[in-house]
């Protein structure tokens, strides 16, 4: 009786050493390389790095193995081009309905919403005219001309809201010029909460506005090229597990913790802007 009771418990042993081994080699399976090269944005300077770094931190903390390289960089248009083309697998981008016909989504915002935070490059000069604004109403009275890319979400929000815009193609960095002059017929552009203290220490003869704040519901996404889909579900399971475990809350600090800090964004007038219903972006 008890050599079978001690041939039952080599057998169990035995079976859960197995069992375990197995469960371990499939979870270990289940975890892809992920193989991305990154879009570099050219006129989003050091910025990229931010989202270069939370792609590999996300990655790391999920337990995924990554090899990915960065691109040469490249104008926003060109850039567009090449994930479509597969000439780079990962970018991101504000949403829209034809982006998520042509590209994959990771269904999870990766900049709590600062890039939909929007403030104005103004003139040199010109902060007199927006002292008084305090609403959406009282904006659209100025009749002010927004300076905004062709291809940007932005200018549906703005046209959707009746605001005039004048747009540009290709290098919309060529805004900057003109608009430091004051009389070319664009009167601001409108840059995200954690780009305009880079582009008005980089662009002489303009002020940030000091008092409002230009906001829809909106923020980055990273969109996949098709040759990359299949790291959709891993690039979700990362980017949900740097949400909820702070991840993002720490990056964002890390890079544009002082610009946030000296845009006192709480105390800034919000102007609420509607989102063209087709285009509003997933929570």
Known sequence: MTHILFLTQRYLAGLICLLTAFSSASAWAQKETVKLKVAHFAEAGKDGAY??????????????????????????????????????TIAWMLPTAERDNHHVRVPI??????????????????????????NLEDFRTLNKVAAIGKTWYDRRVWEYNRLPVM??????????RPLAQGN??????????????????KYPGLDIE??????????????????????????????NRARSSGLIDRLIKKYWGEDLAELNLSQRRVIHLDSPPEETASP
């Open 51 to 88: 989202y270069r770094e939370l792609i590999e931190s996300a990655l790391s903390q999920a337990g995924y193995e990554y090899e990915i390289i960065t691109s040469q960089p490249f104008p926003q248009k060109r850039v567009i081009q090449m994930l479509d083309k597969g000439d780079v």
């Open 109 to 134: 915002p990766i900049t709590n919403g600062l890039i939909s935070k929007r403030i104005m490059l103004i003139p040199e000069g010109r902060q007199a005219i927006y002292d008084q604004v305090r």
């Open 167 to 176: 747009i540009f193609d290709g290098d919309w960095t060529a805004a900057f």
């Open 184 to 201: 070319r017929g664009i009167d601001y552009f409108p840059r995200g909460a954690n780009e305009i203290i880079r582009e008005s220490h």
């Open 210 to 239: 000091k008092n409002l704040l230009l906001q829809y519901q909106s923020d980055f996404y990273f969109y996949l090229s098709h040759d990359a889909q299949a790291h959709v579900d891993a690039m979700t399971d990362s980017m």
